[in-house]
């Protein structure tokens, strides 16, 4: 804890803010005018140290031009929505940044201790929140979605800080970035990783979300050393590939449906709870403009496209060809497979942090095949940091 506590960054505190910002905020004019900046300079420094240093991390730079494709593709199409496309891109940009910006003032590690810090915070007054007053502060009409507790008490979606029912990528968040410091500083801080994991797990009994629940016990899996050896007999790449293959299996061909008579004996829906009608629906609209997407829609238009009252088709590799169209799903692709690399070159520098960075992204992977949650600014944030982490153990000063 000395560690940590001694290498906390004020500065960044403020900084941090729009990476875990409730999404209902950036509804207000003077936080929507003030991000429309953040994402804008965030941009600007990218392509400035690209024409500067004429190097720059290419997964970093990819993730730029992605989410330009589809500023491009939600300005060119009708009933899309420049504040949806705000809230989508503006913690995922400025998140990445301010990695790059670490990194290059060799304060990579300071600002991780910073956000885990801070992430810390939240996750405790988040979780007293739902605890102490489940109902929120927001009424059921202003938060939308209204779930039960395990008290039988109900719940606006939002709690206390704005985290949904499906908060579970702030979970995966905090305590990875409890994993990896724990692993690259010999003090033990695990206190700190067992501390949200704990708090997290009881946040979500709270709520009752099995899956939830499912996806934060793989991190207990990441403390077993036992795993260590087995784990790393298959590369990273060959990792996400093979995840790649089960994605298209199901989502595309429903290979699932093959194993109809499990599901009806579990008393599982074949359609995944709704999931392959979504996929239908997204595929189908990708084909009215596949190379280039049909853009970020609206909130009332994705109510009306899809069923069930969602406004995602449940799953991240579809949703990008769905905003960005085949162009953006390749670069897409080539992010996956830059960072699965970089993973794999880690290792050489630090063998617990590659280990440790596998689980992780495995799990956000699982997470994201079936699903298109809030917070995908951690899933972006831990595909591109470990190329940041070799640089930094490597001493290279630029990219």
């Not at 875990?20 to 600007?44: D, E, R």
């Not at 690259?184 to 704990?198: G, R, S």
């Not at 990273?236 to 299996?249: H, Q, R, S």
């Not at 063998?351 to 799990?363: E, G, M, N, V």
Request: hydrophobic letters at 50%; aromatic letters at 16%.
């Amino acid at each position: 804890m000395t560690t940590l506590l001694s290498n906390f960054n004020f500065k960044y505190t403020l900084l941090v803010l729009p990476i875990i910002m409730p999404a209902f905020l950036y509804n207000f004019a003077i936080v929507k005018f003030s991000c429309y900046i953040g994402s804008a300079v965030a941009c600007i420094w990218i392509f400035y140290n690209l024409a500067k240093y004429r190097k720059i991390c290419l997964q970093t730079f990819l993730l730029c031009v992605l989410y330009m494709l589809f500023a491009i593709s939600t300005c060119g199409n009708e009933n899309t929505s420049m504040l949806r496309y705000l809230i989508a891109t503006v913690p995922v940009l400025i998140s990445v940044l301010l990695l790059d910006i670490s990194y290059r003032k060799n304060e990579l590690f300071r600002y991780l201790i910073t956000l885990l810090l801070l992430l810390s915070i939240f996750n405790i007054l988040n979780f007293f929140s739902i605890l102490l007053y489940p109902s929120g502060l927001y009424s059921p009409l202003e938060a939308g979605m209204i779930g039960t507790t395990i008290f039988s008490i109900p719940t606006t979606a939002h709690y206390f800080l704005g985290f949904t029912k499906g908060h579970l990528m702030t979970h995966v968040f905090v305590c990875s970035l409890a994993v990896i410091l724990g692993n690259y500083y010999k003090e033990d801080i695990k206190i700190v990783f067992y501390l949200n994991l704990c708090v997290s797990i009881l946040s979500n009994i709270i709520v009752l979300s099995v899956s939830s629940l499912f996806g934060l016990l793989l991190f207990i899996i990441a403390e077993n050393k036992c795993f260590y050896r087995l784990y790393n007999m298959v590369s990273m790449v060959k990792i996400y590939y093979a995840l790649l293959l089960v994605w298209i299996g199901i989502v595309v061909f429903r290979i699932h449906e093959y194993f109809a008579d499990l599901f009806v004996l579990l008393g599982k829906d074949i359609t995944l709870t709704g999931r392959t009608v979504l996929w239908d629906v997204g595929m189908d609209k990708i084909m009215d403009s596949p190379l280039f997407g049909i853009g970020i829609i609206s909130t009332d238009k994705a109510f009306e496209l899809f069923h069930y009252g969602v406004a995602s088709v449940h799953s991240l590799f579809l949703e990008i060809f769905f905003y960005g169209g085949f162009v953006s799903g390749v670069i897409f692709l080539v992010i996956c497979h830059k960072s699965s690399r970089s993973v794999d070159l880690l290792k050489y520098n630090n063998y617990k942090l590659s280990y440790c960075f596998k689980i992780i992204i495995t799990s956000l992977l699982i997470i994201l095949l079936v699903n298109s949650p809030q917070r995908k600014e951690v899933f972006y944030f831990m595909v591109v940091l470990p190329s940041y982490i070799n640089l930094y153990l490597n001493k290279t000063v630029t990219l």
